[in-house]
């Protein structure tokens, strides 16, 4: 059973509202004694003018308000919140077990401070006085009501705490404040570690401006600048990281081949191996001197991978031209040059400084006839070769003990080759004396077989009878050129007549009915048609017919494709300016258009010009027909015909 008191008087004042609480307690005392509610309800309505609730719960409450005309400088309100149990008949155990049995009620008054008329009415609680006492125990079980309870909504007449509106108070609102533990104290602030390296070096407060910190620019000191952000991270993502560092290592290797860089490098030593190195050489794929021999060296020697490179690439290039092919081969050109010249100039320095002859080494040889084959490839016309020749000849005569007795024959079979067939296009250029015995004596060695030579008519012997023929072929011209006669002397005559004997007498040691006889058969005729047109007058003759006719004979029956195809230009080219007769030419202009598809030398269509402008000469009647050499000097053109 709850007791509810809302007393509401405005004549009230401080101390009619004492001697009111204090009847008012002396009343409920003894309306509780008398166990009646009618005697409280009458009590309750005779002194506060309010039924009886109930609730039982007391409340006082003033509030500064003008009521007849009165306006109080104070205010106050009182609340009294009793709760008592329902049932008025009290067991023992209550009665003993309440802490109120021997009965006090305290009793507090809250006064406010002197205000203003127009602010909020503040309030007063009042709880009823000390009971002192309670003979059955009845308040043993009054305590005090939960604030929290809507009391004053549970009043008839009275609108709830609640609902009655409160003014804003004036100014910005307060944030509310985290609680604080009673055993939290007052945080300090730490050192901060974001200054720059110089401020906290001198324990000085950074103002961490970026990029230097105005503190050391003030001071006149130099800004260090600021440690890295270091963000933190998992040691999964440092274990990725690790992982990811670790493929992040520089990845370039050094080349296997120095040399061989690029793809086009790649394509260039693929076409040197597979298709060019057999146009030089009559050697198949499986003995090629270009593959076993020089080859290997160009792998420990940078200058002569370059001169090989650059061969195939001006090959390809003569064949399909293309900028990226023609830019490295340019390279590579370059680059053996320049080698080439710096081990030249090293052995002369090394020479000098031990008084001894000059050293040359096996590769820097090779490099030199190259690069004569380079100018073949290329195709070039203005005498290119000729240093590269003088060379090569130069470094053959020193007295040099090679290491690689295969190369070193290789070498000495190659060069001759093309120096005997040089001196037959050129006015200036002789071959090498090979009766001088300065000369290596492996050149002649008799046990070398004819079947193991890379080209044709050097180790069989058929070069030496072409090299005699040049010098006789060089004192017919000075004699013309001086108008002597006659101009075949006897002398030059016998010597002629001597060469023919040893021409005829001359057998092939290839295999018969092969390629290579047929080509070395074919070398004898032309050996042969170079002395007649070198002794005789220059016009048709039947012997001359003939000897083109059996030399054509052996043309046609080579077959295409053969190894052979590469010593056929120097035999087309002497048959072709001893070819008086039309009938004869078709043969050899399908000879040199087989050569080119074969090939595909950049000297093969410039011998087919000469050719046909020694046809027109012929065809005139012209005498100087017979001196092809004058008329490759009047039409600008100085080239290898091999």
């Known amino acids: 059973m709850v ?53 039982l719960v007391a409340s006082v409450s003033f509030s500064t308000k003008k009521a007849n005309g009165h306006a109080f400088d104070r205010s106050w309100s009182g609340h009294s919140h009793l709760e008592v149990n329902t049932s008025l008949r009290p067991t023992n155990e209550q009665s003993s077990m309440s802490p109120l049995s021997s009965s ?38 009054i305590k005090r009501a939960d604030s929290s309870d809507d009391v004053d909504s549970k009043v008839d007449g009275c ?3 609640d609902s009655i509106p409160k003014k804003k108070k004036r100014g910005r609102p307060k944030k509310p404040q985290p609680p604080q533990s009673a055993t939290q104290g007052k ?54 990281e690790v992982r990811r560092v670790s493929f992040t290592v520089p990845r370039g290797l050094p080349f296997l081949v120095d ?43 940078k200058g002569l991978m370059h001169s090989l490179l650059a061969l195939s690439g001006s090959h390809i290039v003569a064949e ?59 195709g070039t016309t203005k005498g290119e070769h000729r240093d590269h020749m003088k060379g090569a000849r130069e470094l053959l005569k020193l007295d040099r003990k090679s290491k690689n007795p295969e190369f070193q024959q290789f070498i000495w079979e190659f060069f001759t080759y093309h120096d005997v067939s040089n001196s037959l296009t050129s006015l200036d250029w002789r071959p090498v004396n090979y009766d001088d015995p300065s000369l290596p004596n492996f050149v002649f060695q008799a046990t070398i077989q004819p079947q193991s030579g890379v080209v044709l008519g050097v180790i069989d012997g058929l070069y030496k009878y072409l090299k005699k023929i040049t010098a006789l072929r060089d004192n017919i011209r000075a004699r013309k050129a001086a108008n002597l006669q006659p101009v075949v002397l006897y002398e030059l005559l016998a010597e ?83 070819a008086f007769e039309e009938r004869q030419r078709p043969d050899l202009e399908i000879g040199f258009d087989n050569l080119q598809a074969y090939s595909n030398l950049g000297n093969i269509k410039p011998a087919q010009q000469i050719v046909r402008r020694v046809w027109e000469m012929m065809d005139a009647g012209d005498e100087r027909s017979w001196d092809w050499e004058t008329i490759m000097v009047d039409m600008g053109l100085d080239l290898l015909v091999t």
């Open 3 to 55: 007791l509810v008191l809302h007393p509401y008087s405005p004549s009230l004042d401080q101390l009619s509202l004492r001697s009111s609480l204090s009847t008012t307690s002396s009343l409920v005392r003894s309306a509780l004694s008398s166990r009646s509610t009618d005697t409280l309800e009458g009590t309750l309505s005779s002194e506060w003018n309010l039924p009886l609730r109930q609730d």
């Open 104 to 141: 006090t009620l305290g009793s507090e008054l809250c006064s406010s401070s002197d205000t203003e008329a127009d602010e909020e009415p503040r309030q007063i609680f009042a709880v009823v006085p000390k009971l002192e006492d309670d003979e059955n125990g009845v308040l043993g079980n």
């Open 159 to 161: 609108p709830p705490k």
């Open 187 to 240: 945080l300090t602030k730490g050192r901060s570690k974001t200054g720059c390296l110089t401020c906290r070096r001198r324990k000085k407060k950074c103002d961490e401006a970026k990029p230097s910190c105005l503190n050391c620019q003030k001071n006149a000191v130099v800004c260090e600048g600021y440690t890295p952000k270091q963000v933190w991270r998992s040691g999964k993502d440092r274990t990725t």
């Open 259 to 301: 040399g061989i860089e690029t793809d086009v490098d790649r394509r260039f030593l693929d076409h040197f191996v597979y298709n060019l190195s057999h146009l030089f050489t009559l050697h198949d794929h499986s003995t090629n001197p270009f593959k076993d021999i020089l080859l290997p060296m160009a792998t420990q020697h």
């Open 320 to 378: 399909k031209p293309d900028p990226v092919f023609s830019e490295r081969q340019d390279y590579h050109f370059a680059e053996a040059i320049s080698t080439l010249r710096t081990n030249i100039e090293a052995a002369n320095k090394g020479a000098k400084e031990q008084e001894g002859g000059l050293i040359v080494e096996d590769p820097t040889v090779a490099s030199t006839i190259v690069h004569c084959l380079i100018c073949i490839s290329k």
């Open 496 to 578: 002629a007549v001597s060469i023919d004997a040893e021409i005829r007498a001359w057998e092939s040691k290839q295999e018969p009915e092969t390629s290579r006889w047929l080509a070395a058969e074919l070398y004898r005729q032309c050996t042969w048609v170079y002395l007649y047109r070198t002794i005789q007058a220059s016009k048709p003759n039947p012997s001359l017919s003939a000897a083109v006719d059996a030399g054509l004979a052996c043309l046609r029956a080579i077959p295409r494709g053969e190894s052979t195809q590469c010593i056929l230009l120097m035999p087309l080219f002497i048959l072709g300016c001893a």
